[in-house]
Every structure is written in C-alpha cells, then in structure tokens.
C-alpha cells in the first residue's frame, strides 16, 4: 500500500509517500508559508530532481492540493491517480490523556483532538486544519492520527506528575506528556532489533537530539519517564528552547526586563536553548562545532553544558530503571555530531561505557558506537519518523 504522511505545521506542511511494502519513500516535500506571502512548495521523486514551486496557498487545502497535484504529475509525480494512495497517515501532536495508541480518524476522534487543544495551542489546531483539508480532497482515503504523547502514555504516575496542587491535574491536566514518541518508539525498537535482542528484556535509554530534543526512559518495551512534560518547553537545552529552569527566573526576567508572561515565553521558548547560551551565535550545531573547534568562547560553553545536561538525563533514567543495557543517540544532532556524543559519554565512565571513535565517525547507519565487550551499549540508530507513522496507518488500515 502506498501511504501518505502529513506532518503539519501552522504555516508548513512536511510529506512523505510511503510504499508500505519495500518502505522506501517514493516522494517527499514541503510546503512552507502557508497563509504567507512568498509560499512554496519543494517537492522530491526518489532519484529524482529536488523542484521548488513558488505558488500562493493561501491555506492548508491548497497546500495539499498542490501537494497531490505533484504526486500525480504525469511528469515528475510517483503515482498515476490519488486512486493509488491507500491511506494517509498524520502526525498528531497532542492526545492527552486520550490517546494512547494511533487510532483511525473519525468524527469522534477529531472532537477529541480538538479537546486537546488547550495543550498545544500552537500545533493541534494546525494539525486538525491539515487532516480537514486532506478528507475534503480525499474523503473515501482512510486516515490515521499517530500521536507524539502517545508512546509515553505508559509512565507511571510518580513519574507524570507535577509537585504541583493535585487540583490543577484534575480541574486542567497539568502533567508530563512527552512528545517525539513515534521516534522515541521507533529508535529503541530498532535498537534491540539491530542488537538481536527481545525489545521486552531490555533498558534502553533514547536521546533524540534535533533542534528540538528530549531524552525517554523504556524499560521492557514500555516508556517510564521522558524529559518534555506538559509542553516541548521542558527537559533538555534545545536549539532555542531553554529546557529546565528555576521557575521563579520567569518573574524575575518580567520585572527586571519589564516584559508580559507572553513575552517571556517567547525569550524561553524562541530565544534560549543553544542559540541563546552561545550568546546568538547560532542554534544549529555545524555552527557550534566549528566555533568550538576555533575556540570561540560562546560555542565551548554551549557545547559543553548542552552534552552536561544530556549526561545528567543519561544518569536520572538509568536511576528510574535501575540501570541501562543500551543508550541510543538519534535525530540531527544525535545521528550527525560525534563531539557532541563524545563530550556527553565522557560523564558515562561509571556505565563502563568506551567509544570506538573510528564508529563514532561514521554518519547514515545504525551502528554500535561503543567498543566490544562494553556493560552498556552505546548506538547511533537514525530516526525514521515518517517510516514508524506509515507503518503504524497500514497497522490500522490493514
Ligand atoms: P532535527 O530537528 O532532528 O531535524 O535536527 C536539526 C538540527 O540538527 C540542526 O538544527 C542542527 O543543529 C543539527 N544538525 C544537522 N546536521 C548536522 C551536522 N551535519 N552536524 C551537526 N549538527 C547537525
């Protein structure tokens, strides 16, 4: 079956046409500036020519009109009619409490979604917008939402909840959710299946290190505890998220900085993280790298205390499942920078942990990253979110 995958954003719109069978992609793109002046769309045949149309789409319909009109282009597209498409398959941000599994979409399903709203007012409502559109155009194509929270619905409650009033988790839902579950999913099931070994018997420890990043606990096959909470704004230092901080800190800033609660959002959730504590030199890691290897002051410390405070995760986890068999890297940062996984398996010398540098180099493949013979296993297992979702619709769509 070929499956489609829509990731939607506010203003972007991330695809992927998945034949469910080889599970090679046959097509991918983005469309970006929906609603926006300047919008385009990129659009890639597998070994064919990347294509950049700048065309208007004033919403997300015409986004993904433009989108199947690339796929069944008698020129470039993969498919010969939107007949051909078995099922898509969307990326859903947030499922609360709802959902703990990908299910199929339905009337139900959509008011549930929008229930959950209040959580990620930022990105549930863009991805209802793009499933609307998507059964507007396809409305006989069966669809699946696969949740980001979903995979870490299994935490236990010492670990979800909040010193917080019991109250506000019952009047509102303030816990720990969790977000990039497909991927924290994806990776680890991958990682015993590289290493040969029952995903149920094993303590893995998955840092997905993009620009966004967060770091789970899975024990037996289950999540137990993972670094992002009620939002994406918690937990690790990100490209220009500031992960953990003092609390307090958000009223300090307002009074000294004379800003809104708004406002300082915006500095935690836009302006901090790496970009912020490299004093704006970049929040993308190639730039921080080769300011590190320059010596720039900035890039050092970012470097260093962004891998300190995935060590320390690294160290919290093994606690919460008394101990760890396999820590995997993955995601852009994970997958592309070795210093970064050197700097941070440098604090792992009492996990018995010793990196094969030459492995270590190496980019583009699962691998074992870790010399033979160590107790814990260290990897490098790129993430494949799109795979995980396609093949989580076929489950559904059957
Ligand atoms: P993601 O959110 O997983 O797409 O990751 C994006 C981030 O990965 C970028 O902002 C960079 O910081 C990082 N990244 C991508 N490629 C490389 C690379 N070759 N070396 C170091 N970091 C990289």
């Known amino acids: 079956m070929k499956v489609l995958v829509i990731n939607c954003g506010s203003s972007s719109l991330k695809f992927q046409l998945i034949d469910s069978e080889s599970e090679q992609c046959l097509a991918k793109g983005l469309c970006e500036r929906i609603g926006i002046e300047g919008s385009m769309i990129t659009y890639t045949p597998d070994g064919g020519e990347k294509e950049k149309t700048v065309t208007p789409m004033p919403d997300h319909t015409e986004a993904i009109r433009l989108v199947l009109e690339a796929l069944t282009n008698p020129k470039t597209g993969v498919v010969r009619s939107l007949d051909e498409i078995g099922a898509v398959g969307h990326r859903v941000v947030h499922g609360g409490e709802k959902f703990a599994q990908s299910v199929i979409i339905d009337e139900e399903v959509m008011a549930a979604v929008e229930e959950c709203n209040d959580l990620a007012p930022l990105h549930n ?43 506000y988790y019952q009047k509102y839902k303030i816990r720990r959710y969790g977000f990039h579950g497909t991927s924290h999913s994806y ?17 893995i420890i998955v840092c997905h290190l993009g620009n966004g990043a967060s770091v789970s606990a899975v024990k037996n096959g289950k999540c137990v505890d993972t670094s992002m909470g009620l939002t ?27 800003k809104s609660i708004d406002e300082i959002m915006t500095v935690l959730n836009k302006k901090s993280g790496v970009l912020g504590l490299s004093d704006n030199l970049s929040s993308d890691f190639r730039d921080l790298e080769d300011g590190y290897h320059r010596g720039d002051e900035n890039a050092v410390r970012t470097m260093k205390t962004f891998s300190y405070h995935v060590a320390k995760y690294i160290g919290a986890y093994t606690a919460a499942m008394n101990g760890v068999d396999v820590i995997c890297f993955t995601a852009g940062v994970g997958e592309n920078a070795p210093l970064v996984r050197n700097f941070v398996c440098e604090y792992l010398g009492y996990l018995g942990v010793e990196l094969d540098q030459e492995a270590n180099r190496k980019r583009g493949e699962d691998i074992v990253i870790t010399v033979p013979g160590c107790r814990t296993t260290v990897m490098v297992i790129p993430t494949n979110e799109e795979l995980a979702i396609a093949r989580e619709t076929v489950r559904l769509v059957g």
């Open 125 to 167: 409502p863009a991805n209802l917008i793009g499933i609307n559109a998507c059964r507007k155009l396809m409305p006989s194509t069966p669809m699946a939402g696969v949740f980001d929270t979903a995979f870490h619905q299994t935490m236990p409650e010492e670990a979800y909840m909040y010193g917080l009033p019991y109250a």
């Open 187 to 203: 990776v680890s099931r991958r990682a015993a299946e590289v290493l040969g070994k029952p995903y149920e018997d094993l303590k």
């Open 232 to 258: 994406p704004l918690e937990g690790l230092i990100m490209g220009t998220r500031s992960g953990d901080i003092d609390p307090a800190i958000i009223e300090f800033l307002a009074h000294k900085e004379g």
